[in-house]
């Protein structure tokens, strides 16, 4: 089976074949460290650290990038209102960053490369692009010369025409063509600057990813990915500069992840639905958000809400409630049952269906639901009088290799189970003494001990309280 990837570039799914064999080159667009990380900002996080994941359980062996944008115009901004230094602002939350993403079971990126310390790199990078005809200097700002490279508009399907026909020139900007963007930026007073060949300045937006891909993937690299949002006109300025300088294709493989809503509304300040991920967390599980962003295929928008996370926390409870019964009723399986031969089977079948879904554009939706079709047979086989060790085995490896693979944790905190798995746990002990299977109803009876769950016989039924 081959992975099938959707490009941006092409508008339709391609195989995915790897400039070298059995390696993957991935450039993932990284945050402007200013504040903590919105709820959109977290997407492409979560996302393509799964997809980096897959492709390692693929047997791919992959470097991954994901940049800091440490100076820019909003942290100059942000600093200027704290009366504090760029850096100071920038080093401040890309700790916050790591403390987030590394709570929502992202991997840090095997190089996260920060503006501020690829100057020289840039600088020649823009050097480059003057010296080919594709950039000039204005009086202290360089600009990139849009209608140089012919193909510009590849990525968005935008002709130049087009764009031109909103395209404006602000005032301060001293660019020839309205579609002209900046690579150097003239330091105005009291701004943060490095000294340049055209003066005291700093680099444009767009140009630092170029500089830096380049720098730690190559002239051409496998996969280029990042919100939605950053298709035009970041990507689309990107792939003009890299492919001006190199005279080859930047990025085999174009991917971006959908927007996100909030409460079926767009997420603004203006609005005062803007949430940020440091506040999420500290209210719910951050596996649960992470789920919850896995829930819908990248590609789609997402709708947050208090309610959904809710469900999601509860859909993934099942799922690993049913780990753990597998786990208590290991105990007490034998080595070998008669039947042990038809349940690995079905359990590989679930296992090539997973792969098959992600295969295809790598949805963790329909894996997700793989998930809970597995969930739901474990819960029927530990209903078994008779279970074996063996099969018990190959369910929970299979719950632990695809939960590694979608980037979430098995462990349960026993004072979080949720009331209606509690409930859902009782009656399954109720049915087994009706079946008068009693090895399992004690299971189920040590298992809610545990969770610190007392057991009440009344007139009425069973009763049940936390300890």
């Not at 080159?25 to 990380?37: A, E, H, L, Q, S």
């Not at 470097?63 to 942000?78: E, G, P």
């Not at 395209?167 to 943060?192: H, M, Q, S, T, Y």
């Amino acid at each position: 089976m081959t992975i099938q990837i959707y490009n941006t570039l092409t508008r339709k799914k391609e195989p995915f074949i790897p400039l070298e064999e059995g390696q993957v080159k991935m450039y993932v667009c990284g945050p402007t460290v200013y504040n903590y990380i919105h709820i959109g900002n977290a997407r492409p996080p979560i996302v393509f650290d799964t997809v980096r994941r897959y492709f390692e359980y693929r047997g791919y062996d992959v470097k991954y990038i994901s940049n800091f944008t440490d100076v820019d115009d909003k942290l100059i901004r942000v600093a200027k209102e704290l009366g504090e230094e760029v850096p100071a602002i920038a080093d401040r939350f890309i700790d916050a960053y790591y403390a987030d993403v590394s709570a929502l079971g992202c991997k840090r990126a095997d190089v996260h490369p920060r503006v501020t310390e690829n100057m020289d790199i840039i600088i020649e990078f823009i050097e480059a692009l003057i010296e080919k005809g594709y950039a000039y200097e204005s009086e202290g700002d360089v600009y990139y010369h849009t209608r140089k490279f012919n193909e510009y508009g590849k990525l968005s399907h935008q002709s130049v025409d087009d764009l031109r026909l909103g395209a404006r020139i602000a005032v301060g900007e001293k660019k020839e063509d309205a579609l002209d963007f900046a690579l150097w930026k003239a330091a105005k007073e009291g701004e943060i600057y490095w000294d340049s060949p055209w003066g005291k300045g700093r680099p444009g937006w767009h140009i630092e990813c170029s500089a830096m891909a380049k720098k730690y993937l190559g002239e051409t690299i496998d996969i280029h990915a990042g919100g939605q949002d950053l298709a035009f006109p970041h990507h689309e300025n990107e792939i003009a500069q890299s492919e001006a300088v190199s005279g080859k294709t930047f990025a085999q493989y174009w991917m971006h992840n959908g927007y996100i809503n909030i409460d079926n509304e767009k997420m603004s300040k203006s609005l005062g639905n803007f949430v940020l991920v440091h506040d999420i967390i500290k209210k719910h599980d951050p596996q649960v958000l992470r789920f919850f962003m896995l829930s819908v295929h990248y590609r789609n928008p997402i709708n947050y809400s208090e309610e959904l996370l809710e469900n999601t926390r509860a859909g993934l409870e099942r799922i690993t409630t049913s780990y753990q019964n597998l786990k208590h009723r290991q105990e007490s399986s034998a080595d070998l049952t008669d039947n042990n031969e038809e349940w690995l089977e079905k359990i590989s079948a679930f296992h090539e269906e997973f792969i098959k879904e992600m295969d295809d554009d790598f949805n963790t939706a329909n894996g997700i639901s793989v998930l809970f079709e597995l969930s739901k047979l474990a819960n029927y086989y530990v209903m078994e009088k008779n279970t074996s060790v063996q099969v018990i085995e190959a369910f929970t490896k299979e719950f632990e290799d695809l939960f590694q693979v979608l980037g979430l944790s098995l462990d349960v905190q026993k004072e979080d189970l949720l009331d209606e798995e509690i409930e859902r746990l009782i009656e399954e002990r109720i049915q087994a003494r009706k079946d008068r299977n009693f090895q399992l109803a004690d299971q189920i009876r040590d298992q809610l001990k545990d969770m610190n769950i007392i057991l009440e016989d009344t007139p009425q039924g069973i009763r049940w309280k936390r300890g």
